[in-house]
């Protein structure tokens, strides 16, 4: 490493990967520490999920993105601790090491919380990584099939799709089956009758998209009833089985396929680590994204509970945060080794948005500006592929998208299960 | 069904479809059963073993095929047997049932063959399914990572990469593995000593590529030690364990990965059913491609022991005698419905070719015609796509050939282990 000061980033999502963009001109030695070789763009993992995207898509490996960044290393291994009096970073047994560190970035990402409803963690899917977004597509298109061969499962519920929760990941789930079974599955199956397939969004609040403006909410919600999509509002999720679910309301509904959408929490690491926590697991940092009372170790991303300007309540975990706090962290970084003071994190929110469905989309930007339809969908495509890493990841998506919208189709919907195999490699 | 006979088709490769295209238009039913929701472009498995392709691109759902053909249905299930005497095909328990048929056309396809050599079934990977290529993918990114890790597990052999079987799908992997490490990854691991990664291409026979021309084989040859490929003609692979291999000439060489492309035998579901087969397992046919002794049953593609004008051998388990027998089998049963005979077989060859790198390729066609380089090269990558299924795959495959073309680089090099889930699903 030589006399530079070495910082260790752990995490190569997107606080992760701003974190070490930013260092690049800063004089340090980096290491890049993530359990995949690979970073997730979550936004379209939705869209792996309904097979309109191939899961590499919206995956780049990490080492790819830092040939020209020569103060960077990839190492690929799970951190499972810190070992504070010798700051080092301690690795899993198979990556058999650890990294000393002079500053250390806890970009750690979220988990799914199951907001202790029964059943929900052992028979509900989450959307929050690749392999995830893999498991949804595999299990719905499975019961498709299974529901061709034997009818009568329709009546036993193969064929009910539950997404719990209203956010932007919920929405554009609910909205992504209904448009994937409409339009493509119907031709697949011709002799199933697709229309009896039910889509449920169940949201616990009387709106969707709860931090949205009211009419984007409304145009939210009568687009998805528009598309057949089932919303159920101020409903909640009881108990989860194998074979159905029960509502907050005692109704019972046959399914095998919950998507939980409901929510994430912090990864439970920060709280493994000894570091101070909010609720929700996130790790508690000063108004520069330092942590209080550990020299040297920031949090970024939806594993830190950052604030806006002293804000009481912290910012949400939300891709722009992220992207923000990881790039503020390492100008932090620089600026100390420059001799100067750190300056607070301030959250420049440039809007947000939401798809719905073919040509529909509402997205809210600064200073009120809101969009709908298709002027929105076109604003969300652009943003997207914008944000996307690596020009052939871009261009697959767009040959996608294309594909998609001309041809009615989605490329990708095949089942393609793991076998295990010799060296489980 | 109506009063149409019912021809079932069990298998879904190049034999099975053709069968079922060229139904299109004889009075018949037809039930096409696959125990997967895609058809897999077998000539493309190496290019997603290399991380060049995405998986989906060389897979294609099998209903989204035939979504004009009204004669037909897709059916999703594990075959298991055959009831002969009451004429219908026996489905594993989960798809829990059975298919009558008047006509049965087996184009079960193939696997991998290991010819009796100890450890090769447990140890050694097959390049023959698309779970084949995805794991092999993930293994050989694993073992780099793994060696960038821990540099000492060089000397131990993790970045030893062994190829058995010297025919086109042999060449082409270990072609396509060495540019992979010599272009892509390389730059990856920018700290690996990459050049010390072995491909060792094993043949028993003394030169590669058997059926071809003595000039095409020197130059596949030279080609390949051009990129560093160890050629080893005239040996073959005597023992297959976790971390080495051991040759017949006694010589031991520590290895992670061995990717076996030695050969294929039949389905051992021809033999299960009771049917005539050869060595190899494949099912004895009549001239015109009938099971004799079985009526209304035929058998097609790699499972059939199928042989041009009365020849001794059989024709060679290849996608073009696949497609050119399922074809006839259809016509066959066209015939016979109109209450004329049946013809025989005759196998038209077109050439064949493999590629070996960039701008590398050997063909071989009708006419003594042989072709090198870069043109070779052309002609290959125009086949492949003129004969991939469906349009968005062909525009995907060339998006990411001019990728890899351009840019020296491979997109889907990512590590996507799958992840236990509920449901298994």
């Given amino acids: 490493m030589g006399v530079r000061p070495h910082v260790v980033i752990v995490g190569a999502g997107f606080g992760g990967l701003a974190a070490a963009r930013n260092l690049a001109d800063v004089p340090v030695e980096v290491t890049l520490i993530d359990r995949h070789n690979f970073t997730t763009f979550q936004p379209l993992l939705y869209q792996v999920a309904t097979a309109g995207l191939n899961a590499a898509d919206v995956a780049h490996p990490i080492r790819g993105l830092f040939h020209a960044q ?230 970024v991303g939806d594993v830190a509970a950052a604030r806006d300007r002293g804000g009481e309540r912290p910012l949400p975990q939300l891709a722009p945060v992220a992207m923000q706090s990881g790039a503020h962290v390492a100008r932090q970084i620089g600026r100390l080794l420059e001799g100067r003071s750190t300056v607070p994190f301030r959250f420049r929110d440039r809007g947000t948005m939401a798809t719905i469905g073919r040509r529909a989309a509402v997205a809210e930007l600064p200073g009120g500006v809101r969009l709908r339809g298709t002027v929105a969908w076109l604003a969300w495509l652009a943003l997207h592929l914008l944000y996307l ?17 001309l041809r009615w189709d989605r490329g990708p919907r095949i089942i393609l299960q793991p076998s295990p195999g010799p060296d489980g490699g």
């Avoid at 597509?137 to 193969?158: Q, S």
């Avoid at 909410?217 to 159905?244: I, K, M, P």
């Avoid at 309301?249 to 493994?272: Q, Y």
């Fill in 70 to 299: 020569r103060n960077l290393r990839v190492r690929r291994g799970e951190v499972v601790g810190v070992d504070w009096d010798r700051r080092v970073v301690l690795l899993d047994d198979e990556s058999d090491g650890e990294e000393p560190f002079d500053h250390l970035v806890l970009a750690l990402g979220a988990v799914a919380t199951w907001f202790d409803v029964p059943g929900a963690a052992e028979h509900a899917t989450p959307l929050y990584t690749l392999q995830d977004a893999v498991r949804v597509r595999n299990h719905v298109l499975e019961r498709f099939e299974a529901a061709d061969a034997d009818p009568e499962l329709i009546d036993r519920g193969e064929l009910n799709f539950v997404v719990v929760g209203g956010g932007p990941t919920g929405v554009e789930m609910a909205g992504a089956l209904a448009e994937l079974f409409a339009v493509v599955l119907r031709r697949d199956y011709p002799t199933l009758p697709v229309g009896r397939a039910r889509v449920v969004l169940v949201e616990a609040l009387d709106s969707l998209l709860g931090p949205f403006h009211e009419s984007s909410q409304r145009a939210a919600l009568d687009r998805l009833r528009a598309s057949q999509v089932e919303v159920r509002l101020g409903e909640a999720v009881a108990e989860v089985t194998a074979d159905h679910v029960r509502f907050a309301s005692g109704e019972v509904l046959p399914t095998r396929t919950v998507i939980w959408a409901a929510g994430v929490r912090a990864n439970p690491l920060a709280e493994k680590l000894g570091l101070p926590t909010t609720r929700g697991g996130r790790i508690e940092v000063a108004d520069d994204l330092g942590v209080p009372g550990f020299e040297g170790v920031w949090a």
């Fill in 389 to 405: 890493a690596g020009l052939r990841n871009r261009l697959s998506v767009l040959l996608n998208w294309a594909w998609s919208y």
